[in-house]
């Protein structure tokens, strides 16, 4: 079985940055892509950010330019740094792996809240 756990969130003001983290535990061979997603109240959850396990990246159109995704494959951890933040940034955030252990898993972590707000 593997964990993934988020941290990071928080009350920000707008303008303000935060960087999101998440990492995997548990007995894993190798982690394949891993991605963020975020749900605000009454709304879907959407994908945010992804990163293939060659550190390819893609955003969400209404992201771009103001958050980056990264990993660290020696730590298990992918990250997301959040700057220029707005009030409809405002969300439970989320990361999923695709992680080889004992079997294939598609994991998600328990989401972390970020608020934007003065």
């Known amino acids: 079985q593997v964990q993934l756990v988020e941290s990071g969130g928080g009350l920000v003001q707008p303008g303000g940055s935060l960087r999101l983290s998440c990492a995997a535990s548990g007995i894993i061979f190798s982690i394949n892509d891993m991605g963020w997603y975020r749900q605000a109240p009454g709304k879907e959850r959407e994908s945010v950010a992804h990163i293939t396990s060659g550190g390819s990246t893609n955003y969400a159109d209404s992201v771009k330019g103001r958050f980056t995704i990264s990993r660290n494959n020696a730590k298990n951890t992918v990250y997301l740094q959040m700057n220029s933040l707005k009030p409809e940034d405002t969300a439970v955030y989320y990361c999923?792996?695709?992680?080889?252990?004992?079997?294939?898993?598609?994991?998600w972590g328990q989401g972390t809240q970020v608020t934007v707000s003065s």
């Open positions: 999923r792996g695709w992680i080889a252990g004992v079997y294939e898993y598609d994991s």
